[in-house]
């Protein structure tokens, strides 16, 4: 236990934080009657707790290289332990919401120090088989949340989804506590507030706009005026990254095709593999009539397969170049998605099975070789940055896709029930995410509309991760992932050390 110790430690906090990401999936519906939500206050609990992640993943990883990084994560667990409770106890969607935030934050400190924490206790070839089995976890906890909220959601409520942290933050605390040992970073750096303060300005800005948009549509003004804070606020993180000593990204790595190719994959991968699933949960229930319980193991075999494949390929295709290991992961999710396109109105779950099973494929495959892979674009003192960077991509392409999907959903429902003649098709749209959604709409136009929203969604997912499979194949280079990391740019040399995080 002593050797694999430190790898339990992390691996369970990254199985707690990453359910969290999609346990309230099959949990909306009540969620939504208990607190009566809109489906635009849904997609702000899922996202909330995303966003927060992805904002602050590269600021926390800084602090801890200065405190840590141990000691953030372990603080990171006791956050978002307590943030659970609140959740839990939460009265309100505001409420929940702001809690969410809150666990967003414990789970950034979490996260942010997963990677230098491993690559801390562990050298060679246990390195690897450490990352495979941090992969797999990581691949399939995301996967496997809609069943464990499931399960808790019908048999007990679904405040437990988030109460069931408590017990679970103990345990990983006490693991961290006694096998983590700590590890620090350049002690000198500085954590660069404005850096992260503007970044989370221009992703909070965007995936508001996004959610606003299928709410009141792309003509209103406060949904113009809000990208526009986005653009702006891209600017100025470009612009103080390269002002800045001590960046939280600096935006040279940007110029390693490999480095930028391999965050186009944790962005892209998240969009294509996840995004879909609050409204593939939604028809479960509200359409189909399935209970929590019975939705969540309908999805279950995308978890399934991605933990199984992981695993595999973390032992079998350990010196297989990364760019066909994550190029062709993005290509089985994205075909797993376009196979979803085969939903119609009169569908039931089953034909779902194919596109699960395939796009779990590619979540197991392309999932555990993108830590090593980031790794390996850079040298070892840029190591924090460069796993803070892809985890904060990953979580971005989550809340991101979320909004996104959101809208095409919206707008594609919105088309089929104005041509259906249905009258308010705006407003009855947003109510077919809501139980009995489909109330006082002509027969069969519920299902019709709801049928073409998903269609377009798992479209436009298996779209984005094809596209993303040809990028990555093209961008990053065919070395293998534990390839030598290149040279550190020396052109400014007070970055070199001062901008790594955990």
Known sequence: MRKWGPLVAVCLGAFMLLVDTTVVLVALPDIADDTDSTYADLQWVVDAYALALAALLLGVGALAD????????????????????????????????????????????????????????????????????????????????????????EHVS??????????????????????????????????????????????????????RAGEHGWGDATVRGAFAAAAVAVVLFAVVETRSAAPMLDLRLLRDRSFTGILIA????????????????????THLGNSPVRAGLM?????????????AAGRLLHDVPARWTIGGGLLFIGTGALLLTRI????????LLPGLIVAGVGVGLGTPALASAILATVPPERAGMAGGALNTFRQLGFALGIAVTGVVFQGEAETVLRDAGVAGAHGAAARLTEGGGGAGL????????????????????????????????????????GAPAPKPDRARPEQAEGAAIG
């Open 66 to 153: 200065i405190v840590g990084r141990k000691r953030v994560y372990a603080v990171g667990l006791v956050v978002f332990t307590i943030a659970s409770l609140l959740c839990g106890l939460a009265p309100g969607t505001g409420t929940l919401v702001a809690a969410r935030v809150v666990q967003g934050i414990g789970g950034a400190a979490m996260l942010a120090t997963a990677i230098a924490l491993i690559g801390a206790a562990y050298q060679g070839r246990d390195r690897g088989v450490a990352f495979g089995v941090w992969g797999a976890v990581s691949g399939a906890s995301a996967a496997l949340g809609p069943v464990v909220g499931g399960l808790l959601t």
């Open 158 to 211: 679904w405040r437990a989804i988030f109460l069931i942290n408590l017990p679970v933050g103990a345990v990983a605390l006490f693991l961290a506590l006694r096998w983590l040992r700590e590890s620090h970073g350049d002690r000198t750096t500085r954590v660069d507030v404005p850096g992260a303060a503007v970044f989370t300005l221009a992703a909070g800005a965007l995936t508001y706009a996004f959610i």
């Open 266 to 285: 944790g962005l892209t991968l998240q969009i294509a593999a996840f995004a879909w699933m609050p409204q593939v949960s939604l028809w479960l229930q």
């Open 299 to 311: 999805l279950a075999p995308l978890a399934g397969v991605a933990f199984v494949v992981a695993g």
């Open 344 to 351: 119609d109105a009169g569908s039931d779950w089953t034909v």
């Open 442 to 481: 002509p027969p069969g136009a519920a299902d019709s509309a709801y049928a073409s929203g998903l269609d377009a969604v798992v479209l436009m997912s298996g779209v984005v991760g094809l596209v993303a499979a040809v990028l990555v194949v093209l961008l990053v280079r065919g070395g293998r992932p």
